[in-house]
């Protein structure tokens, strides 16, 4: 019954090799702390991870006003989950996988995604020694691996922010396969289904990563595309690569590398998002790429303290709007399942041509892109925004 139980509750690929890691990768891989139950040729390994403290911004802007927020922090570190991992094996180099694994927010309690019980995980296949892993169902996107080369390691202050959370997305109805390990490669193909009968590119998606390991090094390169429902690269929630809402429907492609010296780690990565399809039908301009670049470090003070610190910036080339991000933080690792974490921001944004606002929008983007930043109700565009957040992580 005990079995049953951890499994209901959970869910993770369980192929996660035995490493040294720093505080921080530590923190990111409850799984690598996860509790086994082996019954018979079938292994089950149930984990849970949850973040909550509070959260500042100044310069928020909301139905026509503007000023700071302090709220409760849910998912500004990471997000919450609860998941479980199952193999069974099949012959001497064979086994079955599956996974499950719901994200929530200890906010409110509810789901990442509304309505949706396994929203990050729910799938199954078959792994080879020899030729890899493939799983059906729904997965993360590939893109979430841009966590490998992010200094902030994929926090909401952090690789997302300027573009919007375009590497945090998920997909259901899809197929991914991994392949071994060979002299440091290992790849990666995602595709996402449209499943629509008229039109079968519809709504489909694809995503490929190649990355290398040669002892510090780590290098990761990433495509990935999404098509909005009738089949285009229209770009955000709202039309185009704006300052505010998700950028769901567009090509992206990234490429980049860390290093680890001793007690120094260091990264750096570029990434280009393209919505080539932004105002499809419309006779208004809306800004189609987005080019960012990114530097930092994070650095292991003692065992158990780790610093980060970054600096990345976009541009999109027809507006000229350019934003500047400015991210460092602190994770402490009391144990392998308490830790406190501290996060801060700044976000600077330069003013652009009046006569594009009304198209492009004002460059106000804030610290979470869901925001806009705005100091001054009467003139938005230009506008900084400083801001963090603190509080603890739990993990089983």
Not at 137 to 145: F, R
Not at 238 to 251: D, K, P
Not at 341 to 369: E, F, K
Request: glycine share 10%.
């Amino acid at each position: 019954m005990k079995t049953i139980i951890a499994l209901l509750s959970a869910s993770i690929s369980m192929a996660v090799a035995a490493q040294t890691t720093t505080p921080t990768e530590s923190m990111l891989s409850p799984q690598n702390n996860a509790t086994k139950f082996t019954y018979d040729k079938i292994t089950l390994a149930p984990y849970a991870r949850l973040v909550g403290g509070i959260s500042y911004a100044n310069n928020g802007y909301e139905a026509g006003e503007s000023g700071s927020l302090t709220e409760v922090a849910s998912n500004q570190w990471g997000t919450s989950f609860i998941g479980a991992g199952m193999t069974v094996e099949l012959t001497d180099s064979m086994r079955g996988v599956a996974n499950l694994e719901t994200g929530f927010g200890t906010k409110d309690g509810q789901t990442n995604i509304e309505d949706r019980l396994f929203d990050r995980r729910a799938n199954v296949g078959v792994q080879h020694d020899n030729y890899g892993q493939i799983t059906f169902g729904t997965h993360l996107m590939l893109s979430q691996q841009v966590i490998k080369i992010d200094p902030m390691a994929f926090q909401s202050i952090g690789v997302n922010t300027l573009v919007n959370g375009v590497n945090d997305t998920f997909a259901e109805n899809s197929v991914v396969y991994r392949s071994p390990e060979l002299y440091g490669f290992k790849l990666d193909l995602m595709h996402k289904f449209g499943g629509k009968v008229t039109e079968s590119k519809r709504d489909e998606g694809s995503s490929a990563t190649l990355t290398y390991n040669n002892e510090n090094l780590e290098i990761l390169a990433l495509y990935q595309e999404t098509k909005d429902e009738f089949g285009h690269y229209t770009g955000g929630e709202f039309y185009g690569l704006g300052t505010q809402g998700q950028w769901r429907y567009a090509e992206t492609y990234a490429l980049g590398a860390s290093y680890q010296f001793s007690d120094l780690k260091v990264f750096v990565g570029y990434q280009d998002v393209e919505a080539s399809d932004s105002g499809y039908l419309l006779s208004y301009e809306f800004d189609t790429d987005a080019k960012m670049g990114w530097v930092g470090a994070n650095y292991n003070v003692t065992d158990k303290l780790t610093a980060n610190a970054a600096f990345y910036r976009v541009t999109k080339p027809f507006s000229g709007k350019q934003s500047n991000l400015y991210a460092a933080g602190i994770n402490y690792e009391m144990n392998e399942y308490f830790s406190f974490y501290t996060t801060v921001g700044y976000i600077g944004n330069n003013t652009i041509n009046p006569d594009l606002i009304s198209d492009v929008g004002a460059n106000n983007h804030a610290l979470a892109y869901w925001n806009v930043a705005c100091d001054n109700t009467e003139d938005c565009d230009g506008t900084n925004q400083l801001g963090g957040y603190t509080g603890v992580v739990f993990r089983l």
